[in-house]
Each structure stands twice: as structure tokens, then as C-alpha cells.
């Protein structure tokens, strides 16, 4: 037994289209390696996954995930991990996995055009590595297209319960990829109805219903999470949407995303016409008839979502289609494999230049600035945090003596309470404590430490009546302009210790820092 698969692995070790993804395997994990060295601390979205974790059932509807995820925070640390960087890092490298085992069921020595495509996109290893459920979202849905067409091919109890089992996964990770499980369904039903194969069909259609009732527990939390969540549902802008997604394409250059689209039109035109002309090699047809129900029914998702689309969300839509290419695209001879290939390398090399600089990057530059003012300021110093979402990594990683609000002050800053958010909202009293407390530090000579963005610092105070809209409005909107039309009209000095434009943090939480002190009597009553 192992004289043969020795002899299997010497065989595949010879062809170049081995080693070529062996190469290809290397560089994703190396690229991994360098953006797990440089993203530095959990940015807002991650310590919610942290905290989710390690919260209960009801902790769920703070998120937007189902209980897998969590799980998996949880057994982490329950091993004693610390580093959920690395855990995230591990999550990322699976899907390179996934590509492999998927692969191999679907006849495929080894996956090419996934690893180089989607495996070396800087963006996808970005929001793989992330502490979020998108990068395991994508291995299941990866992992659930193999054993679809492995059932297919192999029908029996083993590789029926085995599909059954990554359908119930993938949508036990992210509720979008109920979307793409039915995508997968319907791509294995309509291979099925081609071979007139009716227990075929049957047993990818249950499958497909098993994992859909496994969601049926979640209705609850599903109505939880859009009643706390309802300060942050902005309505679905199609516009937005193709641009997040353009974003993802894209890499390394514009151009990427019109090669990704005329793959796409390859995928479906081949498919369908293999479909409906010729007999044989049912793998076009599979993959095509899958790529189409996943693009409309993911749309459909999103639009009933009517959520603010962002490019994570399109991840694992973007792993499925890699798994796709590698039952779509030919397997060439002669000087068509050699072409093959210096594609290959080519966009390798492109794209693991592009992704150097993209890599170095971190998700967040809170952590720091909450380590500096903990070494810096005193004790009966005051901190703030502009932008209240912030106040969540900042909670995680302060340790200083001094206190500390948001803006506006909210109770609970473990997890995204966008719930206690609405509530102050409704609050015409909301920031009259924190005003107080402001007041009182600067009288008593003490200092205010700002975190976040602070409009018109330098500038002779004018009363500001703008009107907070969009994600402005999310975070603080007209609490913002209240606190800052009380540190321009009262404080002595205000100083900008850091502006937070360093272009290699991610600007979803890049936060500046500010410095006031000295009470400065007003002119007239300030009316809060």
C-alpha cells in the first residue's frame, strides 16, 4: 500500500503542473506568514469575534454569524491561545487546503488557477486571515463543490452524509453561504436531471434541506440582530455593491476584473453548451450551472440583507469561483501547457509584487495609541473616543489608570451594540454627564486625550450645524459636533499628537490623536 502512493506521489512529482502549484502553495503561505507579521492588533470587527467567543448564546445577536465561528474562538482559547492572529492565520491557510482536497475530487491532479487567482489575491488573504467567519465561510463552500460532484460520481451513504455534513458547515459559518449552498445543489441537480439520475437528484436535494433546517434555531436571533442592528441597516445601493466587488477583482490591476469576467462568460457559455450539444464530461455543466445560481441568489441575499455592502462579504463568492476555473478552464498539450504556465508564473509574480505592499498593513493603529496614553497620561486624566465603535478595540487593549467614554457614552463595549447606540439616540440628555465630566477635568487642570477625528481642532471656534449623515451618523454623528463645539469653545490648548494618515493602516479604524488641557471660561453661556 505505501509502495503505491509512493509511486503516485513520484509520478505527480515529475509533472511541471505539480510543482507549479507546490510553488504556488509556498508563496500563498508565505504571503500569509508576512501579513500575519505586520497587521498588528484585532481591529473593532475582530474583537467582536473575541468577545462573541467567549460570550453565550445571546452574545449571537451582536453578530451576524452563526455558531461556528464562535465555536471555534471558543475551543481556542480554550487551548490556552492568545494569539488570535495566528488562529486567524491558521483559518486563511485552510482555504489553500480546501482547494487541494477539492481539486483531487473533482479529477484534478492539483488546483492551479484557484491558487493563483485566489489564493495570491492580497485582498482574499487579507479578509481570510482577518478574525472574521468570511475566510472559513469560503473553505466550505470550496470544500462542499468537491464533495457535490464526489457524490455525484461515487453516489453512496458515505459521500452522501459527507456533502450533507459541508453543506450543514458552510452555512453554520456565514448565513450568506445558504446562497451558495443552494447554488451548489441546484449546479449538482441539473447534472443529475442530464443523467437522468432521479436518486441523484433526490439525494443533492435533501442534502441542500438538511442544512437549510439546520437554521431554523437561528430565526430568533436572525430577528434579534436586525432589531439591534437597526441604527446600522442602510438600504442596499447596487452601485456600492459592484464596487466592493470590482475591488476584490481588481487585484493586482484594473485589469483583473474584466479577466475575471471573461472567465465567467467562458465558465457559463462552455457549460451550457456542453449541456444541452454534448455527452461526456459533465464537469462544465456542474460548474457553470452552479456559478450562475450563485451569482443571482448571492445578489438576492444582499439585496433582501439591505445591508451596506462591503468587499469581505464577496469572499466566499470569490473562493467558489475559484474552485470553478479549475473544472472549466482546459487542461492544454504542447505549446498551449507551456502558454498555460507563463500565465501562470506571470500573474504569480505580478501579483505576489502587488501583494507585498498591500500586506504590509495593519488593521488597526487604536491598540498603539492605547498603550501610549496608557504610559502617558495621568491618572485624573479623561479619555474619549470619537467614533464610539473605536471605544470597542480601544476597551480591549487599554490597561491605563485614567477613564475613559466614548462618544456618545455607551455601556457595553464588548460587542457592537449599535442597540445601545439607538438608544442614546433617543436620549436628549445623552451627553450631559460626559459634558460634566469634561468640564470638571479641565477645571481641575487636568488633561483630555482624544481619540478619533476632531473637525476644525485648529480653527476659531464657529458653532457647526451640520447634519450627520451615513456612516458619519453610525458612529456618532451629532454627539461628535457636540463634543467638538465644547473642546473648541472651553479648552486653552489642543494639540495633535498623531493625525493618523499613515496610509498602511486600515482606514475603517484609523484613529488620530489629540491632546487638550486648560479651562477656558466662554464668552457667553454655553447652552449643552
Known amino acids: 500500500m505505501n509502495g503505491v502512493f509512493f509511486k ?26 508576512y501579513f500575519y507579521r505586520h497587521a498588528g492588533g484585532l481591529w473593532r470587527d475582530e474583537v467582536n469575534s473575541v468577545s462573541i467567543g467567549r460570550g453565550g448564546w445571546a452574545a449571537m445577536t451582536h453578530d451576524s454569524f452563526p455558531i461556528l465561528f464562535p465555536l471555534c474562538v471558543r475551543f481556542w482559547g480554550w487551548l490556552g491561545g492568545t494569539d488570535w492572529r495566528f488562529f486567524g492565520m491558521l483559518s486563511g491557510l485552510c482555504l489553500t487546503v480546501a482547494f487541494w482536497l477539492s481539486a483531487r475530487w473533482l479529477g484534478r491532479s492539483q488546483p492551479l488557477w484557484s491558487l493563483a487567482l485566489v489564493g495570491l489575491n492580497a485582498w482574499a488573504i487579507t479578509y ?39 453543506a450543514i458547515l458552510s452555512v453554520q459559518t456565514l448565513y450568506q453561504n ?12 441539473a447534472v443529475a436531471f442530464r443523467r ?10 435533501l442534502s441542500g434541506l438538511t442544512a437549510a433546517i439546520t437554521l431554523i434555531p437561528y430565526l430568533h436571533v436572525i430577528r434579534s440582530i436586525t432589531q439591534s442592528g437597526v441604527m446600522k441597516r442602510d438600504f442596499f445601493d447596487t452601485a456600492s455593491a459592484l464596487t466592493c466587488l470590482d475591488s476584490l477583482l481588481a487585484f493586482p490591476m ?90 501562470v508564473l506571470a ?61 456618545p457614552p455607551i455601556a457595553d463595549l464588548k460587542t457592537a451594540r449599535f442597540d445601545l447606540y439607538a438608544e442614546q439616540v433617543q436620549n436628549t440628555n445623552a451627553m450631559k454627564p460626559l459634558l460634566e465630566h469634561l468640564e470638571s477635568t479641565l477645571r481641575s487642570g487636568h488633561k483630555i486625550w482624544i481619540v478619533g477625528n476632531f473637525t476644525g481642532w485648529n480653527q476659531p471656534y464657529e458653532s457647526d450645524h451640520r447634519v450627520a449623515v451615513g456612516w458619519d451618523e453610525l458612529v456618532g454623528g451629532q454627539f461628535n459636533q457636540q463634543a467638538n463645539d465644547f473642546l473648541r469653545q472651553h479648552c486653552e490648548t489642543i494639540q495633535m499628537l498623531d493625525p493618523g494618515t499613515n496610509e498602511n493602516v486600515n482606514f475603517n479604524e484609523r484613529a488620530s490623536l489629540f491632546l487638550t488641557e486648560g479651562w477656558k471660561p466662554p464668552a457667553d453661556k454655553f447652552s449643552r
Open 254 to 343: 484594473p485589469q483583473f476584473a474584466w479577466l475575471w469576467l471573461g472567465l465567467a462568460a467562458w465558465i457559463l457559455g462552455l457549460g451550457f453548451w456542453r449541456g444541452i450539444k454534448s455527452r461526456g464530461d459533465d464537469r462544465p455543466l456542474f460548474a457553470a450551472a452552479t456559478l450562475a445560481s450563485a451569482i443571482l441568489l448571492y445578489a438576492l441575499f444582499l439585496r433582501l440583507a439591505n445591508y451596506y455592502v462591503q468587499p469581505w462579504y464577496y469572499m466566499p463568492l470569490l473562493a467558489l469561483a475559484g474552485i470553478v476555473l479549475e473544472v472549466s478552464l482546459p487542461r492544454l498539450e504542447g505549446k498551449g501547457r507551456s502558454i498555460l504556465w507563463g500565465g
Open 178 to 189: 445558504c446562497a451558495l449552498v443552494g447554488a451548489i445543489c441546484l449546479g449538482g441537480m
Open 196 to 205: 437522468k439520475n432521479f436518486r441523484g437528484l433526490v439525494g443533492v436535494f
Open 8 to 33: 503516485r506521489l513520484q509520478g505527480l512529482s515529475l509533472r511541471p503542473e505539480f510543482l507549479l502549484a507546490i510553488l504556488l502553495t509556498v508563496l500563498i503561505a508565505v504571503l500569509n506568514l
Open 128 to 166: 481570510g486571515l482577518t478574525l472574521r467567519a468570511y475566510g472559513l465561510g469560503g473553505v466550505w463552500i470550496v470544500v462542499s463543490f468537491g464533495a457535490a460532484w464526489r457524490f455525484l460520481e461515487k453516489p453512496g451513504r458515505g459521500t452522501w452524509l459527507w456533502l450533507t455534513a459541508c
Open 347 to 407: 500573474t504569480s509574480l505580478v501579483s505576489g509584487i502587488f501583494a507585498v505592499k498591500i500586506l504590509d498593513y495593519r488593521m488597526t493603529n487604536v491598540d498603539s495609541l492605547a498603550e501610549r496614553i496608557a504610559a502617558q497620561a495621568g491618572p485624573k486624566d479623561f479619555v474619549i473616543i470619537k467614533n464610539w465603535t473605536f471605544g470597542m478595540t480601544f476597551g480591549f487593549y487599554f490597561q491605563g489608570a485614567c477613564s475613559w467614554s466614548t462618544v
